[in-house]
């Protein structure tokens, strides 16, 4: 059965930092494409960082600088670092694996839509307070 378990959230002032982890169960990340997603309150859930099979990083826009995103194998947990953040940052964050199509070109050409995505995480909330 795949599981994801997300954590790490919090309340951090503008400027400090969070890392957020996913331990995964029931695959490997080897067969996988794994993201962090995030859906403020009245927005649509957006994706912030991918990391594919092979080790490939994908950011938004907004967070390439202060988010890293990386994966420890051995453990199957996947995390994000999230520096400087700031108040638009606040969201519920997901981590989500893709498990069908993380291997294709299209997944590797838009890897943070959220499509391709077949398991998700509870969620966990980061709140940046001004």
């Known amino acids: 059965e795949v599981q994801l378990q997300a954590s790490g959230g919090g309340l951090v002032q503008a400027g400090g930092s969070l890392r957020l982890s996913c331990l995964a169960s029931g695959f490997t990340f080897d067969d996988a494409g794994m993201a962090w997603f995030r859906q403020a309150p009245g927005k649509e859930r957006e994706g912030v960082a991918s990391?594919?099979?092979?080790?490939?990083?994908t950011y938004k826009d907004s967070v390439k600088g202060r988010f890293t995103i990386s994966s420890d194998n051995a453990k199957n947990t996947v995390h994000l670092q999230m520096n400087s953040l700031n108040p638009e940052d606040t969201a519920v964050y997901y981590c989500?694996?893709?498990?069908?199509?993380?291997?294709?070109?299209?997944?590797?050409?838009?890897?943070?839509?959220?499509?391709?995505?077949?398991?998700w995480g509870q969620g966990t909330l980061v709140t940046v307070s001004s």
């Open positions: 990391i594919s099979s092979d080790g490939t990083m």
């Open positions: 989500a694996a893709d498990l069908i199509s993380y291997h294709t070109t299209s997944y590797a050409q838009e890897p943070l839509l959220r499509q391709w995505y077949d398991y």
